[in-house]
């Protein structure tokens, strides 16, 4: 039929009286040499005629009819890749559903944008007919498949166990994910990536363990793909390959790792997702996304100190004063003043000076120092009322130990300028 109004139309514009007297008929597929001479006469008329115009007219007159949902995605976006496996899954066209990167109208941050969604994150789906914007990916799910419910597979929203984990991934996996690729914090609640990267380990264990065994199929819930399945396997993406830069060689819990290999493997869709959050990955790692990120591409390498030492117990701290999971603060062995405390961090990042803080460091710079100011007000310790707070940075500045430390010294009066 397309060839049909092709030569039509052609006929109706061109030059060439030969395609005015040009008779097509359709017989249903009897003679494949009508095809071709079909192509051979357009192909003449599209090299010797006005083509440009007859083939603009006619991809009008067969053009796809406008889209009934605009979804604002891109293919690196784990949280979009959930909605777009439900897309797959029940086969939706473009018709249904158009995908359109937020780049294409300016960007998250853009006034069109911030309109229809003022969270400025994706996904977004907008319903074309009514303008509804819908933001929040498993809203966006859920709207989809009650959508489109004579299309596809159901996902199981009535089963309870699919649900569990879809809600345990979006309340507390998700939220951490940055913590494997943004350049600094915080990362959900963690100031700190170490404490993030040992939670988001953590959640995965435990959504680990709610995978049955003896299932009976290769979806989490049995034969039958769920919204688990979808809501899950995306970020899954994102540990198997992002979690080994920060030197984890086992990235994913045993059961979640054998689903995840048999959806690769055995589910033509959730491989295409598979391969589109990777590429996303890739372009990522070739623009050197983690050259810069710590505990990726930067890490400590200079050489230990004293105080690792007595971090690791070989050497007997003076006079523990306070000590918890990230600090450790003692006497100096050579006061300068009637009290003299040091608080040094646990773990030095990279912080052999202050001159080497970063983003990276806020949460401990200060978990430091609101250690010496709780230290200062202990009279136990010699102190009175203040107390100088001396953080030596660098040869000028008189520091002796490479590992970040905060003097704490009262007890008398202190003059100024210093020494």
Not at 39 to 51: E, I, N, Q, R, V
Not at 381 to 406: M, T
Request: charge should be neutral; glycine fraction near 6%; hydrophobic fraction near 40%.
């Amino acid at each position: 039929h397309r060839c049909k109004q092709v030569v039509a139309f052609v006929g109706a514009s061109t030059r060439t009286q030969s395609f005015k007297n040009l008779h097509l008929s359709c017989p249903p597929m009897k003679s494949s040499r009508a095809l071709e001479h079909t192509f051979l006469f357009l192909l003449l008329s599209l090299a010797t005629c006005t083509y440009s115009s007859a083939f603009s007219s006619v991809m009008r007159m067969s053009s796809t009819p406008p889209s009934k949902h605009t979804l604002y995605d891109i293919p690196v976006s784990n949280n979009g890749a959930k909605c777009r496996l439900i897309m797959y899954k029940k086969g939706l066209l473009e018709s249904d559903v158009k995908i359109v990167s937020p780049m294409e109208i300016g960007g998250l941050k853009c006034a069109e944008y911030l309109a229809m969604n003022p969270q400025a994150k994706m996904p977004l789906l907008k319903v074309e007919d009514s303008g509804m914007c819908i933001p929040e990916s498993d809203t966006i799910c859920r709207y989809l498949i009650s959508q489109y419910a004579d299309r596809g597979p159901s996902f199981q929203l009535e089963d309870v166990k699919s649900n569990l984990i879809a809600r345990f991934h979006d309340i507390y996996l998700s939220p951490l994910q940055g913590c494997m690729y943004k350049a600094t914090p915080p990362f959900a609640q963690y100031g700190m990536r170490k404490d993030a990267l040992k939670e988001f380990r953590s959640q995965m264990k435990i959504i680990d363990d709610m995978i049955d065994n003896n299932r009976d199929g290769i979806y989490l819930r049995g034969k039958d793909v769920s919204l688990a399945d979808v809501t899950l396997f995306p970020t899954m993406v994102f540990a198997k390959y992002m979690l080994p830069k920060f030197e984890e060689k086992e990235p994913l819990p045993p059961r979640i790792n054998a689903w995840f290999d048999n959806m690769v493997a055995q589910d033509f869709d959730f491989r295409r997702v598979h391969d589109e959050v990777y590429g996303g990955i890739k372009a990522w790692e070739e623009r050197g996304r983690w050259n810069d990120i710590w505990m990726a591409g930067l890490r400590d390498t200079e050489p230990a100190t004293i105080f690792d030492r007595i971090l690791a117990g070989d050497i007997p701290a003076t006079a523990v004063v306070k000590e918890d999971s990230h600090l450790l603060a003692f006497k100096d062995i050579k006061p300068a003043a009637p009290a003299h405390v040091l608080v040094i961090p646990k773990d030095r990042m990279n912080l052999t000076r202050l001159q080497k803080s970063s983003p990276e460091h806020i949460e401990i710079l200060g978990r430091l120092m609101v250690a010496a100011g709780e230290i200062s007000r202990d009279e136990s310790l010699g102190f009175g009322d203040g107390a100088r707070i001396v953080v030596n940075d660098g040869p000028d500045g008189g520091q002796e130990i490479s590992h970040l430390h905060i003097h704490v010294l009262g007890g008398r009066k202190m003059t100024w300028p210093p020494g």
